[in-house]
């Protein structure tokens, strides 16, 4: 039998409103396929994905998950467990300190960032945080880290699009935004992470060049001005806002659980 071609795409129906890497589960069902036809070379049109990360401000978002207190004479802080919040002296919304605003876990919420409210601005570079490769088995686990320099001013920002291997990790294409990169820094309020998508660029997709190592990337990162995009992301909030300097430092972990197709931060 000759080779087997998936074209498999990423946008699960079923998975919209969820964090954008469980779409990963398409990793899992070519594994599944490779099983079942030990005899057959099985191709897919998805060669792999990277998740990326920026740090950036959403004063609006955070504003509205700060810890409830006493309001007007009642008391909400039994809200705060249940609806998920952040913890800052300064942000309960009533005179009594807020309980249930620790947090054992970072909150994490699958957003369209551009419906997060006004202030987004990107504060650090785009960088990647996991590769994944698709030629081989998802892996029990999958483990990365990267430090991000929270200075205000990227070197790069991009936006959701098609590009070429050769434009640039991480949405960016080597473009600078004079909206994003100029001006007073704000407080970072958190971090945005995003899934990009590598298609093979030989035969019919446009990769100009043939052969499997080439190929085009489609982005899902949010437009750096905050402007309307199709694309979900998934915004780690902060516990309390961090100040943006030249020597500011955030460092984020990330493990993906291949059984789940989940990732763990």
Avoid at 74 to 98: E, I, K, M, Q
Avoid at 209 to 226: F, Y
Wanted: aromatic share 6%.
């Amino acid at each position: 039998l000759g080779p087997l071609l998936v074209a498999c795409e990423p946008y699960f129906r079923d998975l919209e409103g969820l964090a954008p890497w469980f779409r990963l589960r398409v990793w899992a069902l070519l594994d599944q396929l490779r099983d079942a036809n030990p005899d057959r070379r099985i191709d897919s049109v998805l060669r792999g994905a990277r998740l990326c990360v920026v740090a950036a401000a959403l004063p609006e978002l955070w504003r509205t998950r700060c810890a409830l207190g006493s309001v007007e004479g009642f008391d909400l802080t039994a809200a705060n467990s249940a609806l998920g919040v952040v913890s800052t002296p300064t942000c309960a919304r009533g005179s009594a300190p807020p309980s249930g605003a620790t947090r054992a876990h970072p909150l994490l919420l699958p957003r369209l960032v551009w419906q997060c409210g006004g202030g987004y601005r990107e504060l650090s570079d785009r960088v990647t945080l996991l590769d994944f490769d698709f030629a081989g088995r998802m892996p029990a686990q999958l483990s990365g880290q990267v430090t991000l320099g929270v200075t205000g001013h990227p070197a790069t920002a991009g936006h959701g699009s098609i590009a070429s291997d050769s434009d640039g990790c991480c949405g960016s294409g080597g473009r600078v935004h004079d909206e994003v990169c100029t001006g007073a820094a704000p407080a970072c309020h958190a971090l945005v992470m995003w899934m990009e998508w590598r298609v093979r660029g030989d035969g019919g997709c446009g990769g100009g060049g043939g052969g499997s190592e080439t190929g085009m990337w489609l982005s899902e990162a949010p437009h750096p001005s905050g402007a309307p995009s199709p694309w979900w992301q998934s915004v780690l909030l902060l516990q309390h806002p961090e100040v943006v300097g030249s020597e500011r430092r955030l460092t984020i972990r990330a493990r993906l659980d291949g059984t789940s197709a989940d990732i763990a931060f």
